[in-house]
């Protein structure tokens, strides 16, 4: 029963909460839909081996399927967009362990002297301050 009630609490100071989001809050909703801009993935250095580019949601997680998933070493993405790329987890990290955006990396293997090939999952908005 206490247990219940707690629970009850919980979601009583979230609707709250949610009722009182500012104004701000709700202009980031709105803007989820939009599209961030493009990315080019491959499993090759160089553009090499398997590809493909794509037109990504803003403040979406993407799971790479295979056979990207942990298996990319050209991540590049288009003008005016910032991606975070998790690789240390089997999806996206509120803040992923690397900021990348153009022209991005076609040796993800040596990123500053960080192996992120092994990267599961990405999450992009645009960045009207990117390159
Ligand atoms: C990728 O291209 C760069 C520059 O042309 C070259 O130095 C590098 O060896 C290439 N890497 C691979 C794996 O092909
Ligand atoms: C992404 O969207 C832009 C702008 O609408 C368009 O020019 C481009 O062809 C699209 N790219 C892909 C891969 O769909
Ligand atoms: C990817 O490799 C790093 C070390 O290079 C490791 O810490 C991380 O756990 C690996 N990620 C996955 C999803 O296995
Ligand atoms: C990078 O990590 C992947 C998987 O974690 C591994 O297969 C590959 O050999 C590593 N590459 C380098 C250059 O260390």
Redesign the pocket.
Known sequence: MHAFTTIATALVSLVSLSAAAPASEQIFEKRQDT?AG?VTICTGANYSGDCY???YTSNACNVLPAPYFENVLTFAPGHEILCRITNTQDTCTTHGDLFIEYPGSTQLDNYNGINYSNMTSFLCQKCTNCA
Do not use: A, D, F, K
């Open positions: 599209i493009s580019t794509q037109n």
